[in-house]
C-alpha cells in the first residue's frame, strides 16, 4: 500500500520535475552499483569535443555524488516530498503551468550558459548549480512567500538563495557552483522577467517552435468554425 501510495504521489509530480528526478536517482543508483564511474560524468572539454564523449554535457547536471546528505540534500530541491522544499515543482505548476516547453527551454539556456562558465571557473560537475538557479528563478518571481529555513529563520523568498549558499559554506563545500547557479539565474530572471518590461525592452529569449511543438499541448485556433454536422444543436 505505501508503495502504491509514493508511486501514485510521483506519477503527480509534473512531467519535467519527475523527468530530472528520475534521471538524477538512476544515475545516482548506477554510480552506487558501480555500473559507471563519476570519471564517466563529469564535464571535459577535451572528451566532449574530442573524444565525442557528448553524453558528459547532460551527466554534468545530473550527478550529486555518492548517496549521502549531499544527494538527498539536492533532491529535496527537485522531488517534491509532503515536507521536502518544493521549488522545481512549484515553478513548473505555477509560472511554467502549461508551458513545459519554455520550462524545459530555461533548463537548455541555464546548461549552455553554466557549462560555458564552469569551465572558465574549473567546475566539473553543475547539478548544484542548477539547483540554485531554479530556486533562484522561484524566489524572484515569488518575492512575498515566507521561506521557512529548516525550522531555524524565517524571511522572504528572495533571500532564500543566498541562505542556501551560507549553508553550503558551513558544511565546507565551495560556493563557486552556487554562486554560479545564482548568476545565471539572474541571467535569466533579467532577461526574461526584468528586460521586456522595460522603455524599448523586448523578450529575447524566445522558445523554439519545434519544442512547443513537441511537448506543449495544441492550442485551439479562436478562428476555427466547426463544421455544420459538428456544431450543436439549437
Request: aromatic residues 18%.
Amino acid at each position: 500500500m505505501a508503495g502504491q501510495g509514493l508511486a501514485a504521489g510521483f506519477l503527480q509530480v509534473p512531467t519535467v520535475t519527475r523527468a530530472y528526478t528520475t534521471a538524477c536517482v538512476l544515475t545516482t543508483a548506477a554510480v552506487q552499483l558501480e555500473l559507471l564511474s563519476p570519471f564517466q560524468l563529469y564535464f571535459n572539454p577535451h572528451l566532449v569535443f574530442r573524444k565525442f564523449q557528448v553524453w558528459r554535457l547532460i551527466t554534468t547536471f545530473l550527478f550529486f555524488g555518492p548517496l549521502g546528505f549531499g544527494f538527498f540534500f539536492n533532491m529535496l530541491f527537485v522531488y517534491p516530498g509532503p515536507r521536502g522544499f518544493r521549488y522545481c515543482r512549484m515553478l513548473e505548476e505555477g509560472s511554467f503551468r502549461g508551458r513545459k516547453a519554455d520550462f524545459v527551454f530555461m533548463f537548455l539556456f541555464g546548461g549552455v550558459l553554466m557549462t560555458l562558465l564552469g569551465f572558465l571557473g574549473s567546475l566539473f560537475f553543475l547539478g548544484q548549480a542548477l539547483m540554485a538557479m531554479l530556486v533562484y528563478v522561484w524566489s524572484r518571481r515569488s518575492p512575498q512567500v515566507r521561506v521557512n529555513f529548516f525550522g531555524l529563520l524565517n524571511f522572504q523568498a528572495p533571500f532564500l538563495p543566498w541562505a542556501l549558499m551560507g549553508f553550503s559554506m558551513l558544511l565546507g563545500n565551495s560556493v563557486l557552483t552556487d554562486l554560479l547557479g545564482i548568476v545565471v539565474g539572474h541571467i535569466y530572471y533579467f532577461l526574461e522577467d526584468v528586460f521586456p518590461n522595460q522603455p524599448g525592452g523586448k523578450r529575447l529569449l524566445l522558445t523554439p517552435s519545434f519544442l512547443k511543438l513537441l511537448l506543449d499541448d495544441p492550442q485551439e485556433d479562436p478562428n476555427y468554425l466547426p463544421l455544420p454536422e459538428e456544431q450543436p444543436e439549437p
